[in-house]
């Protein structure tokens, strides 16, 4: 002992280091209980614990010196093998009788937690082995019966510190008595009943209570509600910080609740976003239901923009069967990504039944960084082989809905055990009511009962203390210098993460079987160093997304195209997480590159391959740039099809781009084509389904998608047949600023393909160069793309395939052409005209987009015939359509 004590104060900075995590000027806690007693039994005088907490002895006429029965004197004792970490209170005196005792707390009325501590331990004149006592709560409940501490610390598997948290409700004028029963001996053994500390805290009176106004929790499997008044005690199971570290008692908000790591209980694989720093709003929840850090970080699976019937987030908690609890689950939206309710819908399942159809923590909490819970009550039957042991699973599911992400999110769960109908908490001895202690890796802090970390080091000498403190020192340095990265959402199974380890320069931990160059995690401070802070002279493209700026990574010799999402952009939200999810799976030639992205501080930034030849659109029309030659143009649609095509082949779940336009068609330096923008794009596989939004831009929009709402990949055969045509004619593809006849450039080109005028509407800029018989292929290509059902269009193979044809047709008779004029000025003389062989109705001009447009200060609106809906934009090209058709009956008659 002689030797601890001085160690003690070195020991305490040492364990300051150690847990860098534990933040020490606390500030006021939210809650300030009434009782607050700490009694630190066989024990004389004050003594303060490691968080300074003064525990009164119940020694010496203390007030709280224990009942006993006439002549039955308790003994106390130290105990007789103390172990060796620093956290002696309340552990190292107990009191201990062979009959029965009885502490009194004149304590206010209402709830109240009562802790119990114990050191399953011998101590003098009494074999740990033969302590086995009940604990009764006000002569009513029955918090343990026949309980062995030294049983329970064999089952966990070391610590000799155990403890156990109870609530109590204490009624107006009464008190609270505990009362120490040991098992009646037998012939051949005395047994005995011992205890190391009580704490008694009050709790806010709802706190776990149902209220008069709460309604009840749900009764999981039940349909009824199932009110948990206080008639009841409440045992509490496990109470965990999903996806953070644990939290000290005193860092709870004021009832000394210890919060551990969620990690052991976890069954599979998931990520784990964090906001340390995070302001939270405590509008749904009082302020004192969980410590902010609980909120702070939170498990999700990871957005995924395919829905998936078997991706869930699961986890196995260890119980007594043949009792009811309280389940307890705390949420708090912290991703920056999901702004809006109905973003992250998903469900619950608790005992593998449906708890919540649809979870949405947004619907619940009224917004982002506003906590909530919610409360079920389960029955954990007794069944199977082992009858005192039972999982608890709890698990989510991402919720089917359109516009989604299909993700879940748990920030903390608490898990109550209900008095039965006895007034009975006990369980049997053997089956452990706590789960063996987790591996040390996973609990740097110790999620055992003890509440502070235990250290071993003690006299084993200096030389190994002063190691070890310089490997706490190099375990803070690093922790400082990566806490910064713990801000970020760092997808552990998808992509990987970056450690700044120094400035700018980053060490990358691969997390994920994927390449590393696919996805780099770019700082802030290095996507303001490369736009200059957000240079407006580099923006090289807007958008209602936000800003794309021209910038320079890893100082310079990289040009890069940084797209800044405007962070209050809803939709640009989720289409970053699928952009990035789609990208970083997918290259291609001619698909544009995702370097990386930026996620810091709330911005959602992508960085891209930079195009220096800007967007296909701005060689075409409205541009002082040289008009492109034909057969540029032949090459840029075959590369701009080899990647559609590639998207719809290509992968093993085939994509559809949803949004093909000539603005999203980039071109790289040498003019080679890429497609870009995959912020709308949807895997097909489960696309076959009805959709109830329609997406995508007016003037490529594929009728029949719009009025099916099942989209295909001949959806984007139709909108890349409209860049067929405005790649001809050189005109957008939906222009109100022309004769009413002529605003859709798809019905406009199809009209005249009928009266044989195509040849008439073409770009002045190609007029006598594009040969006849390559004209013939294109103007086919293009028509059949455009067709009105789905299934009469080709596939984009096809497209393929008969550009390349067309441009072979082009480059013959070039060089026919050559041979005849070497010169080359000589242009193609022959009338262009093109007519397709049938002209059936199903051709027929079907477009639901030929409403109304008018023009006004703001910028074009547009009303379709059909909704009478307007949609205000700046551009009417750029407008992008969701659910605009609300009703398809009147659409298909359009
Ligand atoms: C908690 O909320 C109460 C009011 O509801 C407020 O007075 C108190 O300052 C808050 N505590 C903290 C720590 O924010
Ligand atoms: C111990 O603490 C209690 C409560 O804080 C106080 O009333 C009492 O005087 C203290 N006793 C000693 C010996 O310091
Ligand atoms: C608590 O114990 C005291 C003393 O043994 C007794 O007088 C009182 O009735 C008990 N109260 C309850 C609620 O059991
Ligand atoms: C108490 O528990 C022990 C160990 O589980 C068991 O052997 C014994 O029978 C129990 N005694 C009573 C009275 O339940
Ligand atoms: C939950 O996910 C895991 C891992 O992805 C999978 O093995 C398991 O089958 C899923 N469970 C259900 C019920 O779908
Ligand atoms: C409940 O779900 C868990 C986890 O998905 C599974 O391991 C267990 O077998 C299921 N139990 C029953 C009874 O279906």
Known sequence: MGNISILKPILLVFLLFLLPHISIGNSTPSYIPVDN??????????????????????????????????????????????????????????????????YVFPVTSGPKFVRLYFYADSYSGYDGSLAFFTVEANSKFTLLRNFSASILANYLGGSKRLSKEFCINVEEDQKLNLTFIPTPSTASSRFFAFINGIEIVSMPTYLYYSSPENPSPPYVGQNVPFSIDNSRALEMILRLNMGGDWISPKNDTGMFRKWSQGSPYLLINATNPREPNLMLKYSAIPNYTAPDDVYRSAITMGPSITWNLHSNLTWGLPVDPGFNYLVRLHFCEIEPTITMAGERPFIIYIDNKTAEGTADVIMWSGGRDTPVYQDYVVMIQKTGVDQDKSTLFIALHPGKATNAIYDAILNGVEVFKLSDNNNNLAGPNHAGTLLPSPPSAQQPASTSNSRKTRFIAIGTGVGLFLALLTLACCVVVWKLR?????????????????????????????????????????????????????????????????????????????????????????????EFW?????????????????????????????????????????????????????????????????????????????????????????????????????????????????????????????PDYARRRQLTEKSDVYSFGVVLFEVLCARKALNPKLEEEQWNLANWARKCIDKGTLGEIIDPNLTGKIAPECFKVY????????????????????????LTFALERQKEADAVKEKV????????????????????????????????????????????????????????DTVRCEDVFTDTSNVSKA
């Not at 209602?544 to 990289?558: E, L, N, Q, R, W």
């Open 779 to 802: 103007a086919d290509i293009a028509e059949s793309c455009v067709r009105d059902q789905g299934s009469q269009r080709p596939t984009m193979n096809d497209v393929m395939d008969k």
């Open 482 to 574: 990566t806490s910064k990265r713990y801000s970020s959402y760092y997808p552990a199974s998808k992509c990987w993460f970056w450690s700044d380890r120094n400035k700018g320069k980053s060490t990358r931990t691969k997390a994920s079987s994927l390449p590393d160059e696919l996805c780099r995690q770019f700082s802030l401070e290095e996507i303001k160093t490369a736009t200059h802070d957000f240079d407006e002279g580099l923006v090289i493209g807007v958008g209602g997304f936000g800003k794309v700026y021209k910038g320079f990574v890893d100082d310079g010799p990289m040009t890069v195209a940084i797209k800044r999402l405007n962070p209050e952009s809803k939709q640009g939200a989720k």
């Open 578 to 702: 699928k952009e990035i999810e789609m990208l970083s799976q997918l290259r291609h030639v001619h698909l544009v590159s995702l370097i990386g992205y930026c996620n810091d501080e709330r911005e959602m930034i992508l960085v891209y391959d930079y195009m220096s030849n800007g967007t296909l659109r701005e060689h075409l029309y409205d541009t002082d740039k040289d008009s492109l030659p034909w057969i540029q143009r032949l090459e840029i649609c075959i590369g701009a099809a080899r990647g559609l095509n590639y998207l719809h082949t290509g992968v093993k779940h085939p994509i559809i781009h949803r949004d093909v336009k000539s603005t999203n068609i980039l071109l790289d330096e040498n003019c080679v084509a890429k497609v870009s923008d995959f912020g709308l794009s949807k895997e097909g596989q489960d696309d076959k389904a009805v959709s109830t939004m329609v997406k995508g831009t007016f003037g490529y929009l594929d």
């Open 37 to 102: 007693i700490v009694l630190n039994c066989g024990s004389a005088g004050n003594t303060t614990d490691m968080d300074k907490r003064m525990w009164i002895g119940d020694m010496d006429r203390s007030k709280f010196a224990p009942i006993e029965e006439h002549n039955q004197k308790s003994a106390t004792s130290e105990a007789q093998s103390p172990d060796s970490s620093l956290e002696t209170v309340p552990y190292m005196t107990a009191r201990l009788s062979y009959s029965q005792f009885t």
């Open 821 to 876: 004029n070497p010169d080359g000025k000589e242009t193609y003389t022959e009338v262009l005209s093109f007519h397709v062989s049938d002209t059936t109705e199903t051709r027929r001009s079907n477009n639901i987009f030929s409403g109304h447009m008018s023009e006004s200060d703001s910028g074009t609106w547009l009303t379709t015939n059909n909704t009478g809906m307007t949609y205000p934009s700046l551009d009417s």
